[in-house]
Every structure is written in C-alpha cells, then in structure tokens.
C-alpha cells in the first residue's frame, strides 16, 4: 500500500483546480496587461479570481495581492510593516519562537537593520497568549506578526484575541497563514487581522503561485520590481492559469470544509490514540486545538531520519517537520521550542493527512510504524542505555 501522509508540505491537486486552468492554458492565455482584446478577457479573468479569493477570507477585492507563494507574501508583509515602522520611529517587532522561517529570517535581517525583535513563548502545547502578546506591545512596536496555525505541530494560535489586542494598541497585525487557509474558517475583518498570507499547493492548488491580504490603507513596499502589476506593488506578468487554479482550488475545499475537517479529525485522533499505545512516544502539540489533519510526534531513542526512510520502504510518505528545513540536520527550532531537549527532538515524525486519506491508511501505518520503532530502538546503542537505567527516560 502506497500513503501520503506529507500534505503539510504539499497537497496533490484537485481535479476542480486542474480543471479551471486547462482554458486558461489553451484559449486565455494573454497577457493581462495588454489593451487588445485577448489582453483584455485575461484580465477578466484574473479579476474574477481575485473576487473570488476576496470572499473567501471575509476581504475586498482591491486588498489581494498575488504572489508566487507564502514567503514571498511573509516577506512583503513583515518588510512593509517596518519600513512603515521606520519612518514613525518604531522599530520595535512582536513574533514567536516557532514561526516558519520565511518569517524568521525575515525578521533576523531586519535585526541586523537596526529593528529589535521579541520573540514570545509558545509554551508546551505551542500555544501564545493574548496577554503576552498585549504585554508585549510598546509605543514603537510597528508589527506583531504570529502564525495562525504551526506547520510541524499544527497548534492553532488564539487569532481573532491577539488581532483585537493589536487593534486595541493600534499596532499592525499581521499572520502567516500558509497551513489554515482552506482548513480553518477564516474572516479577516472580524479576526482584526490586517495582513495575510496563504498559498496555494496546501489546499490542492498548484505550486508557485499565493497571496497576501492587505487591509485597504496598508502602504505595501514592493519586494519585486519592474512592473505596474498588482497595482504597482508586484511587479512580473501574472501567472494567471495558476491564480484561477487558487481560486478554484479554494473555493472547492470551502465549499466542503465542514465534512472534510470532520473526516480528517476523525482519522487524525484514531492515528494520535494508536501511536500513543507506543512506549515513551509524546504527541507535540495541543491535543485538540490543532488542525484536523495533523500528527506530530516524538519517539524516544531513535533519529527521526532513519525512521522516515524506514516508512518510505513501507510506502509511506511522511516527513519530521518543515518540508523547507528537510535538508538540515539540526532538530527543528519548533520542537525545541515548546521545550523538548535536543536527543527527543531528533527522533520526530509529522503526519499530515488531507480528506483524500482513508481510514485504511491510518491502520497500515499503526500496522507497520510501531514494528519500524521497536527494530530502530533495538539497533540504538543510546535505547539500550536508556533501557538498562544508565541514562533516564525524558518521555
């Protein structure tokens, strides 16, 4: 049996999002900046999508921006803030710990600019509290910028309390969205957020296209330029096949959120309580303020990469955290971040599933995951330690 479990780092495309870009790779295909006629009816079509998009997070049409993704739109939102900031003298930025890093190593260039940045706890269960964040905020704090939900341990952040402190204080709010948008029912008006990002391939769109929300009288900076596209703030000729894509995509899985959240919970909770039967095992995360779809958990005594080669063979795709830090071979920052030290943090596993899985799947991987974690501890010169009592158990 063949699984996908890896929908965190990317979801397959749906048929309804495939479907919509084949006339706009066949028949609409000119460049929507042109004045002749095809130009023109591209246009129209990339300004219905935008439309579309727009009513679907609760926002105007003329406050999306396109981009080729989620750290593009991370990096124009955080950078717009501070640029803001900077003329006001207020260099002073609020994040998280366990940001992705489109966002943190944004916020580590503005550091070496002169901006200070605090970083908030996000405690156990990957969590930051309103409080902390309304704490947190000084006269020249210019941005609080903090994910909606965590793309390794899936938490889900207090969005709408932290967006209303922020308006409270008068400070711009802005928060990746990246692993929410499709997922979770999001209205950026009544949730006082004032920027956004989302992209596309996590909720069955296509790859290298996204967006950010904008509040209407938010000056963007241009991170891209050579061009008077997305009104002046996003220069390059838009990939429109790929944004009507988006829109389809999204408006297809909204359309369906409710059942489908209630079959991923489902499958998410029946795989969380098989794991848990797994000596010295810990799920990472809130064990209910977590997306539907997502799994994180730790195996004490083992290194997380042998364990996914292990599942590969078993043809079973998974990950141990970030598809973008995959390569490194450092422990993720996120679990280190909710207090777990360096040896448990190494042994990690992130299944994420989408409404395509099947119940099927779940008891293949209870099947054969716990059989990968005993012949990997029983080949662990550090488990043998473990079990003999000369080290001690952390999980």
């Known amino acids: 049996m ?30 929507a ?8 009816k591209s246009k129209e079509v990339l300004e219905k999508a935008r439309e579309e998009i727009a009513a679907c997070i609760g926002a105007q049409p003329n406050e999306i921006y396109f981009t080729s993704g989620g750290s593009e739109a991370d990096n124009q939102a955080i950078v717009s803030a501070a640029k803001w900031g900077a003329r006001r003298n207020k260099k002073h930025i609020i994040s998280t710990t366990f940001e992705h890093h489109a966002v943190l190593h944004t916020l580590q260039k503005l550091e070496k600019e002169g901006y200070e940045v605090t970083y908030l706890d996000v405690h156990e269960n990957g969590i930051v509290q309103p409080e902390e964040v309304a704490a947190a905020i000084r006269p020249d704090t210019c941005l609080v910028t903090i994910m909606y939900a965590n793309n390794e341990i899936g938490s889900i952040q207090p969005i709408a309390e932290i967006g209303a402190v922020c308006k409270e204080k008068g400070v711009y709010f802005h928060t990746d969205a990246v692993q929410a948008v499709g997922h979770l029912s999001i209205n950026v008006k009544e949730q006082n957020i004032d920027m956004m990002s989302a992209s596309a391939h996590k909720f069955h ?19 891209i330029e050579g061009g008077a596209q997305e009104r002046g703030k996003r220069a390059g000729t838009e990939n429109i096949p790929a944004i009507v894509g988006m829109a389809a995509a999204l408006k297809n899985v909204l359309a369906h959120q409710e059942e489908n959240a209630a079959k991923m919970t489902a499958l998410r909770d029946r795989l969380i309580d098989g794991l848990l039967t797994i000596p010295h ?29 292990m599942l590969d063979m078993k043809g079973i795709a998974a990950s141990s955290g970030s598809a973008c830090t995959s390569g490194s071979l450092d422990p993720s920052h996120v679990l280190l971040a909710i207090g777990l030290p360096h040896e448990v943090a190494h042994g ?24 990968i974690v005993t012949y990997l501890r029983n080949m662990s010169p550090v488990w043998d330690e473990l079990e003999k009592g000369e080290k001690k158990h952390v999980i």
């Open 205 to 223: 769109g296509p790859k290298g296209v996204g967006f950010l929300y904008a509040r209407k009288g938010i000056l963007l900076s241009n991170i």
């Open 348 to 371: 990690s596993l992130r299944l994420s599933l989408s409404e395509y899985n099947t119940q099927e799947e779940v008891d293949y991987v209870l099947e054969e995951l716990p059989k």
């Open 2 to 31: 063949n699984v996908y479990f890896d929908n965190a780092a990317t979801t397959k495309m749906s048929q309804v999002a495939l479907d919509a870009m084949i006339p706009c790779l066949e028949t609409v295909y000119a460049n």
């Open 33 to 40: 900046s042109s004045l002749h006629t095809p130009g023109q």
């Open 281 to 309: 095992s810990k799920l990472n995360g809130d064990r209910t303020k977590r997306l539907p779809g997502n799994v994180n958990f730790c195996f004490e005594g083992i290194e997380g990469e042998s364990l996914l080669l």
